[in-house]
């Protein structure tokens, strides 16, 4: 099993097999009232284009990449 990564704003991400690349930001963590790990996601340059997802999600490569 993969180790989850600690996840900072400011940490940039795109999502797996999309057609167009897109950059997420990090905006912010925060831990959602059923407990578990949220994390609002800004598409750069878009700072209004906002998606939240969980942080699992976000540590699954299945599902999103690290920008180098």
């Known amino acids: 099993m993969r180790q989850k990564l600690p996840i900072e704003i400011g940490q940039r991400f795109t ?8 950059v997420w930001t990090v905006a912010r963590v925060f831990e959602a009232i059923d407990g578990i790990e949220h994390v ?3 598409k750069d340059g878009r700072v209004n284009d906002t998606i939240t997802v969980s942080a699992m ?3 699954d490569r299945a599902h999103f990449l690290p920008e180098a």
């Open 40 to 42: 609002r996601l800004s």
């Open 15 to 22: 999502r797996t097999g999309s057609k167009h690349r897109m």
């Open 57 to 59: 999600a976000l540590n």
